[in-house]
């Protein structure tokens, strides 16, 4: 079988996993690194990805293109862009009302789209799973934030596709998170309620999940642009800027290039805290000449960052109360995004479900990636026919999601299928007397003024309190085929229904 590819583009890092050989592994760069840095940077000689370019970004900021991912699909206006603009020494230009970035490359002034820069990121990822020997077929699922706009999703389904990738499917982030720690497919019996909680570089989502016989339903969301690890790394730049103002009387912060240097040590420190109780770097000639140690426990850092990690768990309420829940209902919490390696806030979040089973065996870094691998497996069919049955895998990936209305003679069930990206069955029992069996396939939130019928069918001369198995299996085409069957009598229907 071909390797399959689970790809996932974060703000400051990109990581691809890959299923092969009935395993998922996330493929190293040549630096040994298992998430490279969404940096592109240009110089006189060359072109810079992940490492190398951000390895140059002090003394070469005015080339150096980061978090383009916050302005993909963005227009010039938007706030997004001037944030960029304001923090970075970057020029970036109008061109028909969309930004362009303007870099010089071997002293020559060029102009480069958020989506070609994009690609360049996109192809180190796999030009680096190339020379793993991964193959030439690169069969991919994308997992993206839940809040991503439609043309901010094409965008970047355009650019993977320039870079080399075939993009089967595209998933949100929270659904691959949990499909990582295989909730609900193990299982299929299992009911739950799970919480994603991802903190990445810029950014916080929040994504509440029902997980009910293998399949998911996101009943909330919560997206916070201003919450993030550069948040926790500006804590200890401020911590380090205050020290050495009150020893050198030197303000670093009115200066860009010191504020950059303090900021790169910052978060080398805030690094190292995740693993051991105290950090320290060596900043040379910082500011005026002067070099600048800078050292920090971790008891002094989760002291600093408490203010933050407050506002981190704030919007956890917010997202319950949404969902019509309490913290004692959540089962499960799956922690993802680099941020979540930091130690206080994996504690915080630890206390704050007290009852729930906290899943952070996978590098928080890596698990999205991984989820989205074992999709592409069931996808391209690297998972075997027995293995697919066992598991009935589903997420989220259709536009609008399909639901089932099931109507009985004595019943009306309604159950909502938001994900079906392979198979999925759900088991009808049949009432006394009950002897035929009525469903409807729509597509939508299932209100009758929101949703679109797709099908109906009806089986009748059922024999009384049977079972009706009722299977759907969306292939990779995008075709969903729904069989309904009842073993005792034999009767079945079938359709084919073609889902954009």
């Known amino acids: 079988m071909a390797a399959a590819f689970g790809l996932h583009f974060g703000s400051t890092s990109g990581c691809l996993a890959v299923y092969k050989d009935g395993k998922t592994n996330v493929v190293a760069n040549d630096a040994g690194d298992r998430t490279t840095p969404a940096i592109v940077a240009f110089t006189d000689h060359d072109q810079n990805v992940g490492l190398a370019a951000k390895q140059g970004l002090i003394r070469n900021a005015a080339n150096t ?58 192809k180190d990822l796999l030009d680096t799973a190339a020379r793993h020997g991964e193959g030439d077929i690169h069969d991919t699922v994308m997992a993206v934030p839940p809040g991503f706009t439609d043309e901010q999703l094409s965008e970047m389904c355009e650019c993977a596709k320039a870079a080399g990738f075939n993009i089967l499917r595209v998933i949100s982030e929270g659904a691959a998170a949990a499909l990582a720690y295989d909730i609900g497919q193990i299982d299929t019996h299992d009911y739950s309620n799970v919480v994603v909680y991802r903190l990445g570089g810029t950014s916080l989502d929040i994504t509440l999940l029902n997980v009910n016989h293998g399949m998911y339903r996101i009943i909330s969301t ?6 993030g690890g550069a948040a926790f790394t500006d804590v200890l730049v401020d911590h380090f800027a205050d020290d050495y103002k009150r ?35 060596f900043i040379e000639s910082l500011h005026e000449g002067v070099d600048y140690n800078c050292q920090v426990t971790r008891a002094r850092f989760d002291g600093l960052c408490t203010p933050l990690v407050q506002r981190c768990l704030e919007p956890l309420a917010r997202c319950l109360a ?20 930091v130690q206080c806030l994996q504690k915080h979040i630890s206390d ?44 989220d990936c259709l536009s609008r999601g399909v639901q089932v ?15 079906i990206p392979a198979h999925r069955h759900i088991k009808v029992t ?29 089986l009748d001369e059922l024999p009384t309190c049977s079972e009706a198995v009722i299977v759907f299996h969306l292939k990779k085409e995008g075709s969903l085929h729904v069989t309904c069957s009842e073993k005792m009598s034999g009767r079945s229907e079938s359709i084919m229904i073609g889902i954009s």
């Not at 991912?69 to 706030?79: A, S």
């Not at 209305?405 to 994900?419: A, M, N, S, W, Y």
């Open 352 to 395: 704050y479900f007290a009852n729930a089973e906290i899943l952070s065996s996978i590098p928080p870094d890596e698990v999205i990636a991984i989820g989205a691998a074992k999709e592409a497996a069931i996808l391209t069919g690297n998972e075997d026919d027995a293995k697919l049955a066992e598991k009935e895998t589903t997420l």
């Open 247 to 281: 020893k050198w009387r030197s303000d670093i912060r009115e200066n860009l290039r010191s504020k950059f240097k303090m900021r790169a040590a910052a978060e080398n420190c805030k690094h190292i805290l995740a693993r051991m109780g105290t950090a320290s770097s």
């Open 405 to 419: 209305k099931i109507r009985g003679e004595k019943q009306q069930v309604f159950v909502p299928l938001t994900p």
């Open 65 to 122: 293109i980061c978090n383009v991912k916050q302005i993909v699909g963005c227009k010039y206006d938007d706030p997004a862009v001037a944030e960029m603009m304001a923090n970075s020494k970057l020029k970036i230009l109008d061109v028909g009302g969309k930004p362009v970035f303007e870099v010089k490359v071997k002293d020559k002034l060029t102009k480069f789209t958020p989506k070609q820069i994009i690609t360049m990121i996109y």
């Open 430 to 458: 049949l009432c006394d007397e009950e002897m035929s069996l009525y469903f409807e396939v729509l597509e939508g939130s299932g209100k009758s003024d929101e949703s679109r019928l797709l099908a109906k069918v009806y």
């Open 222 to 227: 919560h997206e916070d642009k201003t919450l």
């Open 322 to 341: 949404e969902a019509g829940l309490k913290k004692e209902d959540i089962h499960k919490v799956v922690v993802c995004g680099g941020t979540m390696k």
